[in-house]
């Protein structure tokens, strides 16, 4: 029989956080289902969709319009999580944003902006999912981050700082929380296919492809598999790990 978890998916509406939504219910996938709460931004009616996704099956699906930069706000979301669902045994932090420029034309705001949705933003939910999991006496956090956390890139020094933030975040979580048996590891998805990269062109897209050995742009449901196996009792041995679904391009 498949075991029943609970779980927390912040940024859940669109792209690789819908895809992780939807393999974390999946109970066909790695011997488990959850029950998801999952925080989106502003689309209310991709938040709909995805619920109606669910109606009829035995998982509970629920979307929560939040804003992960705020750390009452995340207090409140773990504890609807408690509430609807007794338990809070997954939490993966996907919510990001970019907002690109040359670091010369980079404004104090889009710098701040980018820290808050992407770094602060797994401070908030990490500290409040933190007490349940340790009296529940376990815990899985996975923390999506970037491969430009590791290489950086031009125009993206807000952006990197943010990934390369969560690397250095989820590895110290991980020494802290380990003897409470809470693993903490974090993902590198590569050039993955969601509305984030829609904006690049045919010849951006040709450039990023010649450093991609397997030859073709990710999707979101390649970044969800790995998410959905390190929250798996398969990955019971595995914490402060930082692994990249970037089809080869960072090795
Ligand atoms: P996306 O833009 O398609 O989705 C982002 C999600 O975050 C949305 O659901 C949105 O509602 C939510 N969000 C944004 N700001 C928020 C806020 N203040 N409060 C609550 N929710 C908020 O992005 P994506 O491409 O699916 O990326 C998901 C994650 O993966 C991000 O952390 C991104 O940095 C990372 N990532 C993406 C790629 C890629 O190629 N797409 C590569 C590496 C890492």
Redesign the pocket.
Known sequence: MSVRKSAIV??????????IVESLADGNLQNFSADVL??????ET?AKEIEEQFKNTDVNVIGI?????SFDKAQEVVNLALEKFGKLDILV??????KDNLLLRMSEKDFDDVI???LK?VFNYTKAAFKPMMKQRGGRIVN?????GIIGNAGQSN?AA??AGIIGFTKSTAKEFASRNITVNAV??????????AALNEKQREALLVNIPLKRI?Q?QD?AKLVKFLCSSNADYITGQVISVDGGMVM
Do not use: H, L, W
Request: aromatic content about 8%.
């Open positions: 912040t940024g859940g509406t669109r792209g690789i956080g819908r895809a999952f925080v989106y931004n502003s689309c991709c319009q939040s804003d992960v930069t932090n996907n919510a990001g944003i970019t808050n949705v992407n933003s999506i981050s970037s491969i430009v952006y943010s990934k590198t998805p590569g050039f993955i296919e969601t509305e984030m990269t990710g979101s970044v």
